[in-house]
């Protein structure tokens, strides 16, 4: 069971605006930057969003992050096929002498 | 060309060990973080430990205490991964990843990740 809590899975038609949800506590989301990434099959994760909400260069701007207390959010807007794959956030905690910590992962399909 | 460039698959038995390589270029070895990630067959992410290049210093995951051993050679700026006692739940196929995060904004700031590397645990 991952530290961080996302859905398993989310859907949306083209054009439309979904959002991806990532919950976690004091110790990581509520004290640390979050970040996101999007893993197409076969491939490695790509940094999708960083700082809770900074987009890389070439990161277009239909990607959007945002972070409220212990919960953070991945916001896309205008849904493109190419956006289906696997969506992970990820933070930094404390604890234990500190540590990484995944959310378990969100499949993103483009009906 | 700034890369981190991984060892190729691994085949080993129950109970073995394996270390994957993964090294730098293009960039200052010693100015990151070199976090290890693996990803068991259609499973999520999951994260191992980092290695701090300019000293060495090393954190890991409660999961692999006492079973991981990160670490580095400067000279030629590769971090390394060896993981013991190997298990069927250890397949999976293995990442490095460079953080240039830093303490006061949080860690976890992966902007280049190795290819991967498959390790196969298989009697």
């Known amino acids: 069971q991952s530290v961080l809590t996302q859905p398993p899975s989310v859907s949306g038609t083209p054009g439309q605006r979904v959002t991806i949800s990532c919950s976690g506590s004091s110790s990581n989301i509520g004290f640390n930057s979050v970040f996101w990434y999007k893993q197409l099959p076969g491939t490695a994760p790509e940094l999708l969003i960083y700082r809770n909400n900074q987009r890389p260069s070439g990161v277009p701007d239909r990607f959007s992050g945002s972070k409220s207390g212990t919960s953070a959010s991945l916001a896309i807007s205008g849904l493109r096929s190419e956006d289906e794959a696997d969506y992970y956030c990820t933070s930094w905690d404390d604890s234990l002498s500190g540590h990484v910590v995944f959310g378990g992962g969100t499949k993103l399909t483009v009906l | 060309q700034v890369q981190l460039v991984q060892s190729g698959a691994e085949v080993k038995k129950p109970g073995a060990s394996v270390k994957v390589s993964c090294k730098a270029s293009g960039y200052t070895f010693s100015d990151y973080y070199v976090h290890w990630v693996r990803q068991a067959p259609g499973q999520g992410l999951e994260w191992m430990g980092r290695i701090n290049p300019n000293r060495g210093g090393t954190n890991y995951a409660r999961k692999f205490y006492g079973r991981v051993t990160l670490t580095r050679d400067t000279s030629n700026g590769t971090a390394y991964m060896e993981l013991s006692n190997l298990t069927s739940d250890d397949t999976a196929l293995y990442y490095c990843?460079?953080?240039?995060?830093?303490?006061?904004?949080?860690?976890?700031?992966?902007?280049?990740w190795g290819r991967g590397t498959l390790v196969t645990v298989s009697s």
């Open positions: 990843a460079r953080d240039v995060g830093y303490s006061s904004v949080g860690f976890g700031h992966f902007d280049l």
